[in-house]
């Protein structure tokens, strides 16, 4: 295997790592979002369109990724969030599918011929980026907002007894996600030099709802874990690539029964907190 063998993996890992934390993010207020797909090829195809069409810098294309994806998830969440459970899933899958059938038949960008050319992800950007959104997660999940996400998940009637604006922190949440959704988005095109809408289906997205469940989804590192394990197992067990996606609903299955809180949980730090003192 070459050094480049194990360059392109370590980016594909850290990609997976940021859309992992993007669906945190939203998880964090007890949204389940099946549309974080359509938000990755938004980022995707506005910084694809800033370098290649426009001629614009990288850079730019990744800010433009981050607030275009953030303003979608905007008018996209004030709606939807009112809704929860299995209706807000359902509504956030509709999104998906938009999105990836109207890039699909959008020619500006390629149509179903998708666009190529992109340049700009490296190693170095990727691992910077994730050290950044993962130290700005754990901030922001211990941080005043971050409480106010915990009260939302665990209680909407109570958080509202405590004077929490219930509406206004999903949107948070939900909007936050949807921009670092569109960083990953935007670094997954530059990296491929390609893109192309089928890319964004609708099992990308449940991709990123297993990264979550198998690593835990009470502490910032759940995420991160499942991210590292699902995206270096391909690559050990590629005898069964064409299984890939059998292989991982058998693994949640199995988590479901055995540890459904995931591989880490706020218990097991508590634990070793406890222990070390």
């Known amino acids: 295997m070459t050094e480049s063998y194990f360059v392109s993996i370590f980016i594909?890992?850290?990609?997976?790592?940021?859309?992992?934390?993007?669906?945190?993010?939203?998880?964090?207020?007890?949204?389940?979002?099946?549309?974080?797909?359509g938000f990755m090829a938004i980022g995707g195809y506005a910084s694809a369109v800033i370098t290649v069409n426009l001629g614009g810098s990288f850079m730019l294309a990744?800010?433009?990724?981050?607030i275009l994806s953030g303003f979608f998830g905007l008018l996209v969440g004030?709606?939807?969030?009112?809704?929860?459970?299995?209706?807000?899933?359902?509504?956030?899958l509709g999104f998906g599918i938009i999105v990836m059938v109207f890039f699909e038949n959008f020619s500006y960008t390629g149509g179903s011929m998708g666009m190529q050319g992109m340049t700009g992800t490296t190693l170095h950007l990727v691992w910077a980026l994730v050290v950044v959104i993962s130290f700005m997660t754990w901030q922001l999940m211990h941080s005043r907002w971050g409480r106010a996400f915990e009260a939302v998940?665990?209680?909407?009637?109570a958080?509202?007894?405590?004077?929490?604006?219930?509406?206004?922190?999903?949107i948070i949440s939900f909007v936050l996600?949807?921009?670092?959704?569109?960083?990953?988005?935007?670094?997954?095109?530059?990296?491929?030099?390609?893109?192309?809408?089928?890319?964004?289906?609708f099992f990308r997205s449940i991709e990123m709802l297993f990264f979550l469940i198998l690593g835990g989804t009470e502490v910032v590192w759940g995420p991160i874990l499942?991210?590292?394990?699902?995206?270096?197992?391909?690559?050990?067990?590629?005898?069964?690539?064409?299984?890939?996606?059998?292989?991982?609903?058998?693994?949640i299955v199995f988590m479901m029964i055995v540890r459904p809180q995931g591989i880490l949980d706020r218990n097991l730090f508590l634990k070793r907190k406890s222990n070390a003192e």
Do not use: W
């Not at 998940?153 to 009637?157: H, L, Q, T, V």
């Not at 958080?159 to 999903?170: L, R, Y």
């Not at 050990?236 to 693994?251: A, E, H, I, N, P």
């Open 12 to 37: 594909q890992i850290g990609i997976n790592i940021i859309l992992a934390l993007s669906l945190y993010v939203t998880f964090a207020t007890g949204q389940i979002s099946l549309g974080h797909a």
């Open 62 to 66: 990744l800010l433009i990724a981050i």
């Open 78 to 92: 004030y709606p939807a969030l009112r809704l929860g459970g299995v209706y807000l899933a359902i509504a956030t």
């Open 153 to 157: 998940r665990e209680d909407e009637i």
């Open 159 to 170: 958080a509202k007894a405590m004077g929490i604006n219930v509406t206004f922190i999903k």
């Open 177 to 201: 996600g949807a921009a670092i959704a569109g960083l990953a988005g935007a670094l997954d095109a530059h990296y491929m030099f390609y893109i192309d809408a089928h890319n964004y289906n």
């Open 226 to 251: 499942g991210a590292i394990i699902l995206t270096s197992l391909p690559e050990v067990l590629r005898f069964m690539k064409d299984y890939r996606m059998l292989f991982y609903g058998c693994l």
